[in-house]
């Protein structure tokens, strides 16, 4: 069966960098866009970023472009999330999810049929 597992979330100060892992199993992970998502108390989760399968092409929310790298090992069967320039309003559970080609946004979470559990991110002020 799929399995999407993230690490690397924490309490990191502003301004500081995180970087986020997921690693996946049970898929032919190159032909799965991988996203990240995320889902602060009392609000919806939203799209922060996602990569092709080759790893040529990414896309990001406003919020982080410029801050937040998402990048992919196939060999690895890995995606990673490289978090920089934190601001308190980046805290939140952080996503990864898995999207095959079949269709729809990579920017709605309607489009990913796996998710992994989730990493806690805080960022203090």
């Known amino acids: 069966q799929v399995q999407l597992v993230e690490s690397g979330g924490g309490l990191v100060q502003a301004g500081g960098s995180v970087r986020l892992s997921c690693a996946a199993s049970?898929?032919?992970?190159?032909?799965?866009?991988m996203g990240w998502f995320r889902q602060a108390p009392g609000r919806e989760r939203e799209f922060v970023a996602a990569?092709?399968?080759?790893?040529?092409?990414?896309d990001y929310a406003d919020s982080v472009k410029g801050r937040f790298a998402i990048s992919r090992d196939n060999a690895k069967t890995a995606v990673y999330l490289q978090m920089n320039i934190l601001k308190p309003e980046d805290t939140a559970v952080y996503y990864c999810?898995?999207?095959?080609?079949?269709?729809?946004?990579?920017?709605?979470?309607?489009?990913?049929?796996?998710w992994g559990q989730g990493t806690q991110v805080t960022v203090s002020s």
């Open positions: 990569i092709s399968g080759s790893g040529l092409n990414t």
């Open positions: 049970g898929l032919t992970f190159s032909s799965y866009i």
């Open positions: 999810a898995a999207k095959d080609k079949s269709g729809g946004s990579a920017r709605t979470t309607e489009s990913y049929g796996y």
